[in-house]
């Protein structure tokens, strides 16, 4: 069974649109993360959720919004797409603290055009 | 700036040789770890290290974490095409809210 796993795997969309990114873990783990990772394979966190606290990279701009409907999920949901929002997405969980150990799950890449 | 150096950013090698793989920062982490990256994947971690001085061996891999924690080594002996791939040091340190600080990765190859 995948530890953490994320719909869709590719996404190719306009620039301007609403698109949303699922992920779920089915590990039991309390914190769930987004990265996003650039071209160049840097790999930058994004949010870190669990059910007490949201934190935020201060970086990441208010189009970027995270969802979670339980502990199980948390769904990344971006408005008005840009061209620099193409890279791969990755969810991630941990048990509880981000020192835990983080199981990734595939990626999504986002590609905007 | 950059919080964590890595160094080299790619790495091509015959199989058997050795190679170590460097990541370097002018701050002090709490913890540093390793992942490896493969194509179309997302990166699986190698291993944890927390205290000053720590060396930890996984098979052909050994890992050292810094004295002063402000920075880490992985050393690969004998490699093989099976360890190519994209190594990922990872860090926390007081100011990232408990979140891991990725370097930028190096890209290993192994040809055979």
């Known amino acids: 069974d995948t530890a953490v796993s994320q719909t869709p795997k590719y996404l190719v969309t306009q620039m301007g649109n609403d698109k949303s990114i699922k992920c779920e873990q089915n590990l039991g783990h309390d914190t769930m993360y987004w990265y996003k990772q650039d071209s160049k394979k840097f790999l930058k966190i994004m949010f870190s959720y669990n059910n007490k606290e949201l934190i935020i990279n201060e970086t990441v701009p208010n189009r970027f919004s995270p969802k979670s409907p339980d502990k199980a999920h948390l769904n990344l949901h971006i408005n008005s797409l840009e061209l620099g929002d193409s890279a791969v997405y990755f969810c991630?969980?941990?048990?509880?603290?981000?020192?835990?150990?983080?199981?990734f799950g595939p990626g999504t890449r986002l590609t905007v055009l | 700036t950059q919080l964590l150096e890595q160094s080299p950013q790619f790495l091509s090698i015959q199989e058997g040789e050795n190679l170590t793989v460097y990541c370097n920062s002018s701050?002090?982490?709490?913890?540093l770890q390793w992942y490896r990256q493969e194509p179309g994947e997302g990166p699986v971690l190698l291993v944890t290290v927390v205290t000053g001085g720590e060396v930890k061996k996984l098979k052909r891999l050994t890992f050292q974490f810094g004295d002063a924690r402000k920075d880490s080594s992985l050393h690969i002996t004998a490699a093989q095409p099976g360890d190519t791939g994209l190594y990922l040091c990872a860090g926390q340190y007081r100011g990232s809210q408990g979140n891991l600080i990725f370097g930028k990765g190096t890209k290993l190859s192994v040809k055979p």
């Open positions: 991630a969980s941990s048990q509880v603290h981000p020192s835990d150990t983080q199981y």
């Open positions: 701050s002090v982490f709490s913890s």
